[in-house]
């Protein structure tokens, strides 16, 4: 039997809701094998004009997360409780119709693949155009206009030609140039990327990456950017919330959760990548074992079969009762506050260099 407790520094939930705010997110799958329990009991706020890093390994429920806030789950096999309210309109309860003219008008997502986002039958112009055009009743005339414009505010050189070649015509970086074009061309209120520079080598990240800041500073979006790379997060977004196995265990703003992380999962995340600046010859450090299985998680923490620091809690807390996370800054771990800050500075720290 599992409970749950609120742990020790995290206070209750204040401040004012988010532009976009998700309350109690439970998000499960029907399948063959039994019920998957993706995303559970989760809560956080994007203000405009910010961006969220949401941070943690494969299977975390980073991703169902957003394809949830976008209403694509087939809700034959998929159950949602909770509540995200984005600008003041419920979408869980929100019809496909409405759902409908949110993706692609105020909410827009850019993958991390475009190939999949782009068809290849049809010229990149007219793919960038058509939301444009559906959203705001435009003539295709300015739907065309638009689109022009668009892959020049991306960076595509020669936009009035470029715009008539198809996809494969498009180099990767340019396709997810034009992506991120197609996801902005109705200046939507919310932005989710989902690893959208994973596929790319190091000098189109670091472009694609400039690029979205500086589209959020002149489109004023909130951004929820999804990532493994701590490193991405840091350099793209003001606030991180780590997940592991469908819950968040720790948010914070970007310099609090990275110089001063309090969960032993984002110690963990932290000391398992690499750094420019180490001994080539220094080994990384894994996470011990896998992530649990979704369709039975681990009673009490569900990181505790993992975790190294449970025997510094004592009794069979970690095993039985489950640490959850206030709104604000937090880690949802049932070691003391002081416990966690002296860890992170006698062993951790010192192992990150
Ligand atoms: Fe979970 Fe216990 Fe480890 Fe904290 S110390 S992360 S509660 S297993």
Not at 107 to 126: C, K, W
Not at 278 to 299: E, K, V
Request: net charge negative; aromatic share 6%; with cysteine.
């Amino acid at each position: 039997m599992t409970t749950v407790t609120k742990t020790e520094d995290a206070p209750a939930p204040t401040g004012p809701e988010g532009f976009l705010s998700v309350r109690d997110l439970s998000v499960r799958f029907a399948t063959e094998d039994g019920v998957v329990k993706a995303v559970d009991g989760l809560s956080f706020d994007v203000e405009r004009g910010r961006t969220l890093g949401i941070v943690g390994e494969s299977g975390s429920g980073k991703s169902v997360t957003n394809l949830t806030i976008l209403g694509l789950h087939n809700p034959r096999t998929t159950t949602i409780d909770g509540e995200i309210v984005l600008d003041g309109k419920e979408l869980v309860t929100a019809t496909e119709r409405e759902m409908e003219q949110l993706r692609g008008n105020k909410v827009a997502m850019i993958f991390q693949d475009p190939l999949t986002a782009l068809s290849p039958y049809y010229t990149v112009g007219r793919q960038i155009a058509e939301p444009f055009i559906k959203h705001t009743g435009a003539s295709k005339k300015e739907g065309w206009a638009r689109a022009v414009e668009m892959l020049g505010k991306v960076g595509i050189p020669n936009p009035e030609q470029r715009a008539k070649d198809y996809p494969h015509q498009f180099s990767g970086g340019m396709r997810q140039r034009a992506m991120i074009a197609m996801a902005l061309v109705c200046d939507p209120d919310l932005l989710i990327a989902d690893e959208p520079t994973t596929a790319l080598d190091v000098t189109v990240q670091a472009q694609i990456l400039d690029l979205l800041k500086d589209l959020q500073q002149e489109f004023g979006s909130a951004i929820v950017f999804i990532t493994h790379d701590l490193g991405v997060i840091a350099d793209m977004a003001d606030d991180i919330l780590v997940m592991y196995a469908g819950s968040a265990v720790e948010r914070g703003s970007v310099d609090e959760v990275l110089r001063a992380p309090r969960h032993p999962y984002t110690w963990g995340l932290l000391n398992s990548m690499p750094r420019l600046d180490s001994d080539l010859s220094a080994q990384l450090s894994p996470i011990p074992g896998t992530p649990p299985s979704l369709l039975n998680p681990p009673t009490g923490c569900r990181f505790h079969p993992r975790c190294t620091f449970q025997d510094r809690v004592g009794g069979n807390r970690c095993a039985t009762e489950r640490p959850l996370l206030a709104p604000d800054r937090s880690s949802a771990c049932h070691l003391t506050a002081e416990q966690k800050r002296t860890i992170f500075i006698d062993e951790i720290k010192p192992r990150l260099g």
